[in-house]
C-alpha cells in the first residue's frame, strides 16, 4: 500500500489530504483487523478494563464521521449521533460495543 495523501483529482489540496488521511486509515485499519474473531473483537483485556477493538473502531469511525461533517461546515446530524455515538459516555470511557460483527463495524466505517 502506497500512503500519499493525495485526495481525488476535483479536490482542493487541504480536502483531499484529509479525505486521503480517513481513506487511507480505513485500509489500515482493515489490513491490521483481518481474520479477527468475534472474540477477539470483543476482547476487553485482564479484567475486563481496557478498550476492546470493537470499541475502538467505532470511536475512530465517529471522530471521522465528524471530520467530514466539519470539513463540509455541517453539524454532525441528530440520527448519526444517535446510530454511531457518542464520543465518549456518562462515565467519560468508550462507550460500550459488544456482538457487533468486524464486517459491520468495518462496513460502517
Known amino acids: 500500500m502506497f500512503y500519499d495523501l493525495k485526495g481525488e483529482a476535483n479536490m482542493s489540496p487541504n480536502v483531499g489530504m484529509l479525505y486521503s488521511t480517513v481513506k487511507e486509515n480505513s485500509q489500515r ?4 483487523t483481518d481474520g479477527m474473531s468475534q472474540e477477539e473483537v ?3 483485556g485482564p479484567n475486563n478494563k481496557f478498550n476492546s477493538t470493537a470499541q475502538l473502531i467505532r470511536h475512530i469511525m465517529y471522530v471521522d464521521l465528524n471530520w467530514v461533517y466539519r ?3 455541517q ?3 441528530d440520527y448519526l449521533v444517535e446510530q454511531y455515538g457518542p464520543m465518549i459516555d456518562v462515565n467519560n ?6 456482538g457487533e460483527s468486524l ?3 468495518i462496513s460502517e466505517h
Open 29 to 32: 485499519l482493515q489490513l491490521i
Open 75 to 77: 453539524s454532525l446530524p
Open 42 to 44: 470483543d476482547y476487553k
Open 71 to 73: 470539513i463540509k461546515g
Open 103 to 105: 464486517s459491520k463495524l
Open 93 to 98: 470511557r468508550l462507550p460500550v460495543v459488544k
